[in-house]
C-alpha cells in the first residue's frame, strides 16, 4: 500500500528559514564589540603656539613677495604725456636760433673710478642727452684722461628729430635718449677701464674749441667736463683763491666765446672726500679758467648737476 505523503503548506520553507534566523544564535566574534560613546559635534582643533607662530611667518613672507613682484612690475619711466609735458617745458627754454652743440667730457683717470660717481655722472649725461634731443642739438660725449689723442668717443651724432610741428618732434625724443643713453652707458665702463694716467682737464677747452669750429653752423657750444678736478699741472695742493686765480691767469685756454662751460664733480674723488681748502681752491681755479674764455656762463660745482644752461 502506497503511503500518503503529508500535506506540506505552500509557505513552509519560507517560514521556516524565517524562523531558524530567528531562533539561531547570534555569530560569534573574535573581538568583544565595545560600547561606543555618542558622538560629539566636530571641533576645530586649536593650532599650537609654534604653529601660529611659522604661519604668521609665511604670511608676512607672502605679504613681502606681493610688495616685491608688485614693484617690479611697474615701469619707473614717465607716461607719454607726463613726458610730453616735460619736454614741453625744456623746449620753452630753447633757444631756436643756436641750438645746442653739447660736448660732455668725462674724466676717466682712476681717481674717478667708483660705482657712486659712474652713477651720478650717468644722470648728469642722462639730463644733457635729453635737453640736446629736445633743443634739436649736437651730441658728441668722450671719455679722457692724460692723453687727448687717447680720448675715447661713446656717441657722436645729430639729436635733432623729424617732425612737421614742435609735438611731432617731442614724441620722437624719449626713444632717441633712450638709444643715445644706452649706447653711452655701454660703453663707458670699458672706455674708462682704458684709460690711464692722470688727467688732462685743461685740454678739454682746447678740444672744444676746435670742435665747434669743425662743427660749423648756427651751434652754441655747451662744455661739460664731469671731473674731480685734479689736473696733471695742478695736482693735488691746497690752493688758495688768491693762488688758485693766479695759476689759472697763467694758464693757456683758447677763446669759447658765447660758450657755457660747466666743470662738475670738483673734489669728489673714489678714494674719499680732501679737505675743503682743496676743493675751495679748485673752484676758483676753474671759474677763473672758464672767465679768460670769454664764455658767456660758467659754472663750477661740487656736484654732478648741469643745470641752469
Not at 505523503?5 to 573574535?30: D, G, M, R
Request: proline share 8%.
Amino acid at each position: 500500500m502506497t503511503p500518503i505523503p503529508h500535506p506540506i503548506e505552500p509557505h513552509a520553507p519560507k517560514l521556516y528559514s524565517t524562523l531558524h534566523l530567528l531562533h539561531s544564535k547570534p555569530p560569534q566574534h573574535s573581538q568583544p564589540i565595545l560600547h561606543q560613546p555618542p558622538r560629539q559635534p566636530h571641533q576645530p582643533s586649536q593650532p599650537s603656539g609654534k604653529f601660529r607662530q611659522i604661519r604668521l611667518l609665511l604670511a608676512c613672507v607672502v605679504a613681502v613677495l606681493v610688495l616685491t613682484l608688485s614693484a617690479c612690475g611697474t615701469d619707473s619711466s614717465p607716461s607719454p604725456a607726463a613726458a610730453l609735458a616735460d619736454n614741453q617745458a625744456i623746449l620753452a627754454t630753447c633757444n631756436p636760433a643756436a641750438p645746442p652743440a653739447s660736448l660732455v667730457a668725462l674724466d676717466g683717470s682712476g681717481s674717478s673710478k667708483s660705482d657712486a660717481i659712474t652713477a651720478e655722472r650717468m644722470n648728469a649725461v642722462d639730463a644733457v642727452v635729453q635737453r640736446t634731443a629736445v633743443c634739436g642739438g649736437y651730441l658728441r660725449v668722450i671719455v679722457f684722461s692724460g692723453s687727448s689723442a687717447g680720448a675715447a668717443v661713446l656717441f657722436d651724432g645729430s639729436m635733432a628729430q623729424d617732425g612737421a610741428t614742435d609735438n611731432a618732434r617731442l614724441k620722437r625724443v624719449p626713444e632717441a635718449v633712450k638709444k643715445a643713453t644706452e649706447q653711452i652707458r655701454t660703453g663707458y665702463g670699458p672706455a674708462v677701464a682704458a684709460q690711464n694716467g692722470g688727467s688732462d682737464i685743461v685740454g678739454q677747452y682746447r678740444l672744444a674749441s676746435e670742435w665747434i669750429s669743425q662743427l660749423g653752423g648756427r651751434y652754441r657750444l655747451h662744455l661739460y667736463v664731469l671731473t674731480d678736478g685734479f689736473d696733471l699741472a695742478l695736482g693735488a695742493q691746497a690752493l688758495s683763491p688768491q693762488d688758485a686765480v693766479a695759476l689759472a691767469a697763467q694758464t693757456v685756454v683758447p677763446r669759447l666765446p658765447g660758450a657755457s662751460v660747466v666743470v662738475a664733480g670738483l673734489g669728489r674723488m673714489a678714494g674719499g672726500v680732501p679737505p675743503s681748502t682743496v676743493v675751495e681752491g679748485l673752484v676758483a681755479f676753474y671759474d677763473h679758467l672758464c672767465q679768460r674764455t670769454g664764455a658767456t656762463q660758467c659754472a663750477s660745482v661740487t656736484s654732478y648737476s648741469t643745470e641752469g644752461r
